[in-house]
């Protein structure tokens, strides 16, 4: 059992190792989530395309995300240049990767289940493919 | 007196201020420099440009850079889609970006002097501007 915020870093680094492999240049940002300025998780680019990855690991099959945090990667991908995407690592399945008008609403931000995940979601190939993002 | 470390660090925050100030969208990077891939010590975008920066911070007169440094910061700016630049913050003087081709070659790596930042570098409004990169 590892604590929350290990789990989620020992996903992000599995989802940079991802990109390498996959030829893209990608980064773990520092200090994202306590910085003052908006920031996603991880940042990859390829020369061509450059993705903002919110990325969420899970033992539920759901999970939470405030209206704040979706706000903050959406503002940040828009100035920066890149395309926003909110990452999900269930436990014992795949990352998927989900567009941010695809996450379903709550009153108090939105949540993404596990069927939502596999259903509107996109697994990395997809992703980092010939897909083309419609802003 | 604060550690190399913590003056480095405190330096990319001051910049990381900087360009969002100017109107970019920027981070800095996790663990850049211990990890197994190359990366830059800060990422900048504007939705337009992304620039990619080796961010070092001197007390001395002189910034010796190990000639791995600035390859990894050039395939990194190469892979990612950005341009690479060295950012020098000598004590008491203001920032200034230098392009590769303009370090100072040594036997080991490159060297950067407070007078060759001074007459080759770019002041951060400089770099930010109209200034077209030419690769």
């Known amino acids: 059992m590892i604590d929350r915020k290990s789990k989620g870093s020992h996903a992000e680094r599995e989802l940079v190792r991802m ?3 996959a030829g893209w240049a990608a980064i773990r940002v520092a200090g ?3 910085q003052r ?12 395309r450059r993705i903002a990855v919110e ?3 899970s033992g539920e099959l759901k999970k939470y995300l405030s209206k704040e945090q979706i706000g903050q990667l959406r503002s940040f991908a828009k100035a ?5 995407w909110l990452g999900i690592r269930f436990d014992n399945d795949q990352w998927y990767f989900l567009a ?5 609403e709550t009153p108090a931000g939105y949540v993404v289940s596990q069927a ?3 259903d509107k979601g996109l697994i990395l190939t997809e992703v980092l493919g010939e897909f083309i993002y419609k802003a």
């Open 19 to 21: 990109l390498w492999k």
């Open 32 to 34: 994202s989530g306590v």
């Open 37 to 48: 300025f908006p920031s996603p998780d991880v940042l990859a680019g390829n020369g061509v």
């Open 55 to 57: 990325c969420k690991a």
């Open 80 to 84: 920066f240049g890149a395309e926003p």
């Open 100 to 104: 941010l008008e695809d996450l379903q």
């Open 116 to 118: 939502l995940a596999k």
